[in-house]
């Protein structure tokens, strides 16, 4: 299964949470706000644990096939 | 050790516009985003103060705070109390903690506080319309705001705020307050909070620490020197630097009049000026040495090479002022907020009470300028008294008075 990474960009407030917890996976726009660096990723802890931490919520993970979401809480 | 004249001393003296990143701070903007600087100790550090290369320092995870606590290096100041906190990890390790403790302080758990901190703003103003003219504005209104948001967040009594204030007060000291005193303080709020955890055991609440016991308990998600270290990072990041924020934002408006009217006719604006006062006022007081970043391998930083092992500071309060960044960076407009600025610092480490400490001080600047009809300070700014090289530019008093309506 295949995870599809999605960032509003309307949440966002630039604070480089998940840049800095799921390096090489997000980076910031010319806006400043956050995007994936490839929406689609194998499960991975550290997307996983950028969107559990990111502080306004903004990061969203569902199954690339189905488009569910996926469980954040472990 | 040689000590090369030539590398300029940090910190720099403290600024004549508190509120400004300094002239000696601006000199060293102005030859290079890093400098080598001088510390206290005659080690030396590079100082950052470019915005992008500082919110490098803070995103990449070559810069680790985690090496900041090697056995044997020396540490210093507020540094001292930060062994084994949240602060003095790198992610991964930093994530598992953070994940958790982060939807705590959620955006939408945030607002969900805005009516019990508004109320509080409320009561501090009803006491301030009902006390004497001039007032001093920093201990009657913005050092107990966010006491008293604490005092709510950890479901304690208000009462207890005036141990939360000289708490705060001996931690966030310079350099030359001694490591005894820090300790002590710091000792005295791990006690306190060791009790209160023991109490909200035996009777939980809706309540910050109850939801960290239970992430303890019954997930076991959190060891107990953890449980007992958080809430005191929260007051310690919360506290003092939420209060001088409200300060420091009140006197810069108050040194831009035309800024303050518009503010007062539109305080619709009021979210887009917090967002522009937290990007244009430096809080750091003069001892301010911001928290260390080690260098995990050789890099390279706005064209500077910086050797593994060695001591990075990234100065984020500089780096808000980068021209390359600010298109007119040293003009204060209530109604251009930045896109992005590093007032939070940025990455990993993003402060955890971010969305909190932005509504407060919404909450704050609305009772402020809504209730107290022409606030304003009654001392000039160069008779503004600061305590001596704290790490937060901690006022002695800031005397205001208003108009009768």
Partial sequence: MNWRITVDAGLCISSGVCLGTAPGRFRFDEDEHSSPVSELTEPDDQVRDAALSCPVEAITLTDAATGEPVPLDE | ?405
């Fill in chain 2, 1 to 405: 050790m040689s000590v090369d004249p030539e590398i300029a001393r940090f910190p720099f003296p403290a600024s004549p516009v508190p509120y400004d990143p300094g002239p000696e701070l601006r000199d060293t903007m102005a030859k290079c985003p890093v400098n080598k600087v001088r510390l206290p100790d005659d080690s030396t550090a590079w100082l950052v103060t470019g915005f992008s290369e500082t919110r490098e320092v803070f995103i990449d995870a070559r810069y680790s705070r985690a090496l900041v606590f090697a056995p044997g290096r020396p540490l210093y100041g507020v540094e001292t109390t930060l062994r084994g906190s949240l602060t003095s990890m790198d992610p991964p390790e930093h994530s598992r903690f953070r994940k958790l403790v982060a939807r705590a302080f959620t955006d939408k758990r945030i607002e969900a506080l805005r009516p019990s901190v508004a109320g509080i703003v409320d009561d501090l103003i009803d006491n301030l319309l009902a006390g004497p003219r001039p007032a001093d504005l920093s201990h009657e209104f913005s050092l107990m705001l966010p006491a008293s948001v604490i005092c709510l967040l950890l479901g304690v009594p208000i009462t207890d705020v005036d141990k939360f204030h000289a708490w705060s007060n001996a931690i966030f000291a310079d350099w030359s307050r001694s490591q005894e005193e820090i300790g002590q303080a710091f000792a005295e709020m791990t006690a306190y909070m060791a009790a209160l955890i023991a109490r909200k055991r035996a009777e939980p609440g809706d309540d910050l620490i109850s939801v960290l016991i239970n992430a303890r308990d019954a997930d076991g998600k959190l060891s107990e020197s953890e449980l007992v270290q958080f809430p005191l990072q929260l007051l310690a990041a919360g506290h003092e630097t939420t209060a001088n924020s409200i300060n420091m934002s009140f006197v810069a408006l108050s040194e831009h009049p035309e800024e303050l009217a518009r503010l007062r006719a539109n305080p619709e604006l009021i979210p887009a000026a917090v967002e522009e006062l937290l990007r244009y006022v430096r809080i750091a007081g003069s001892g301010f040495v911001p928290l260390a970043r080690v260098t995990r391998e050789e890099v390279c930083l706005g064209g500077v090479t910086i050797p593994a092992g060695e001591t990075v500071l990234p100065a984020f309060f500089a780096a808000n002022r980068d021209p390359a960044a600010f298109g007119d960076p040293d003009r204060l407009d209530v109604g251009n907020p930045p896109k992005a600025h590093l007032a939070f610092g940025a990455g990993a480490h993003h402060c955890l009470g971010a969305q909190l400490a932005r509504m407060e001080l919404q909450e704050a600047f609305r009772g402020l300028l809504t209730r107290l009809s022409g606030l304003r300070m009654t001392i000039p700014l160069s008779e503004l008294e600061f305590r001596d090289g704290q790490a937060i530019a901690s006022m002695r008093e800031l005397p205001v008075t208003w108009d009768d309506v």
